[in-house]
């Protein structure tokens, strides 16, 4: 294997580290590739719990395949997966997501996934609503190609840690961990869940490092800095 950077070295020590507190994470939540991409379309600002209320709602309605959902109409979708919220914004992007898949591939989601993965980025960002995060989780969780999936907690984590600047874009995020860290599918998988992991528990607005394990990573300065103590 090509030697790590220091950048690299870092990030797996921290990846490391939040698994030794976490234990793996076993992402993503979901029984079938169908059902993690529309799980990736219904978590935007929302819980899981609520997407997962969403999801049981189809597979109740025996609509948790890509033919039903295309001919099922609109508002009938949204009300199925109301719990997820913002259920009529998602209702049309799951929809764009779904008529892509059955009219040009068929409904068939490893002619979709057989694309590389540039050319199934640009696919999937093509769909109208799908944004980088929500792509990138397909092709990561759903397709199993390696791409980093960058989200708020990461670049909070980041940012926090002095690996980039708060203007930093995704683009930037995720080729940080592009170029310092193997194309290792399983990698990717875990250390996105870890992140989120580490956010969700201590990495909040008002981060809680002294808890938190990646803690030992920050100065006695700076943990007294971000506990807003200095
Ligand atoms: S809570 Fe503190 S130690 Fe934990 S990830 Fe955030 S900045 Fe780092």
Redesign the pocket.
């Known amino acids: 294997m090509k030697k790590l950077s220091r950048t690299g070295e870092f990030f797996m020590n921290m990846y490391a580290t939040m698994r030794g507190a976490f234990g793996h994470r076993n992402w993503w939540p979901g029984d079938t590739p169908f059902e993690v991409c529309v799980g990736a379309v219904l978590t935007q600002n929302t819980s899981w719990k609520n997407v997962a209320k969403a999801i049981a709602n189809l597979a109740n309605h025996g609509a948790l395949d890509p033919f039903t959902l295309c001919k099922m109409p609109l508002d009938e979708l949204a009300e199925l997966i109301r719990p997820s919220g913002y259920y009529n914004v998602k209702a049309r992007r799951l929809r764009n997501f779904i008529v892509l898949l059955v009219e040009k591939y068929g409904g068939d989601l490893d002619a979709l996934f057989s694309l590389p993965v540039t050319d199934l980025r640009e696919e999937l960002l093509s769909v109208r609503g799908i944004g980088k995060e929500t792509a990138d989780s397909i092709i990561l969780y759903a397709a199993h190609k390696p791409i980093f999936v960058v989200d708020a907690y990461t670049k909070?984590?980041l940012v926090?840690?002095g690996l980039v600047d708060e203007d930093a874009d995704y683009d930037a995020m995720q080729e940080l961990f592009h170029f310092h860290l193997p194309p290792d599918v399983a990698l990717y998988n875990d250390f996105h869940a870890q992140f989120v992991a580490?956010g969700h528990h201590?990495?909040k607005k008002e981060?809680?490092?002294r808890q938190?394990?990646?803690?030992i990573?920050?100065s006695e300065a700076a943990l007294r800095r971000?506990a807003g103590e200095s």
């Open positions: 909070r984590v926090r840690h580490v201590y990495c981060p809680r490092c938190c394990p990646l803690g990573y920050h971000l």
